[in-house]
C-alpha cells in the first residue's frame, strides 16, 4: 500500500508541476499579445491624432483664407509690414 500511495503521490506532483509551467507559458503568451496590443492601440492612437491635425489645420484654413484681405486690412500698420514679409517673395526664405 506505501509504494502505491508514494506512486500516486509522484504522479500527483508531476502533474502539477506540468500545470504550473503551461500556466507560466499562457501567461507569458497572454502577456506578450497584451503588449502587441498596447502598441497597435499607441499606433492607431498616434495616427488618429494626425488625422486630427490635418482637419483642423484644414477647418482653419477655410475660416482664415477667405478672410485674409479683412485682415490685412483691419490690421495695424506694423502688424502688414510683419504680413507682407510673410506673404511677399522678399520675406520668404532665400532659395
Same mark, same amino acid.
Given at each position: 500500500?506505501?509504494?502505491?500511495? =508514494? !506512486? ?5 506532483? /508531476? !502533474?502539477?508541476? @506540468? ?5 507560466? @507559458?499562457?501567461?507569458?503568451?497572454? $502577456? &506578450?499579445?497584451?503588449? +502587441?496590443?498596447?502598441?497597435? =492601440?499607441?499606433?492607431?492612437? &498616434? @495616427? *488618429?491624432?494626425?488625422?486630427? =491635425?490635418? /482637419?483642423?489645420?484644414?477647418? %482653419? ?5 477667405? !478672410?485674409? *484681405? ?7 500698420? $506694423?502688424?502688414? *509690414?510683419?504680413?507682407?514679409?510673410? %506673404? *511677399?517673395? +522678399? ?5
Amino acid at each position: 500500500m506505501r509504494l502505491l500511495k =508514494d !506512486r500516486v503521490l509522484y504522479v500527483w506532483q /508531476q !502533474r502539477m508541476s @506540468e500545470a504550473k509551467d503551461r500556466a507560466t @507559458e499562457v501567461q507569458r503568451r497572454a $502577456n &506578450a499579445v497584451q503588449e +502587441k496590443l498596447d502598441r497597435l =492601440d499607441i499606433d492607431h492612437h &498616434a @495616427e *488618429s491624432i494626425e488625422e486630427l =491635425d490635418v /482637419q483642423g489645420i484644414l477647418a %482653419f484654413a477655410e475660416r482664415v483664407l477667405p !478672410r485674409a *484681405s479683412d485682415l490685412w486690412v483691419q490690421a495695424s500698420l $506694423n502688424q502688414n *509690414s510683419g504680413s507682407s514679409n510673410c %506673404f *511677399s517673395r +522678399k520675406g520668404s526664405a532665400p532659395r
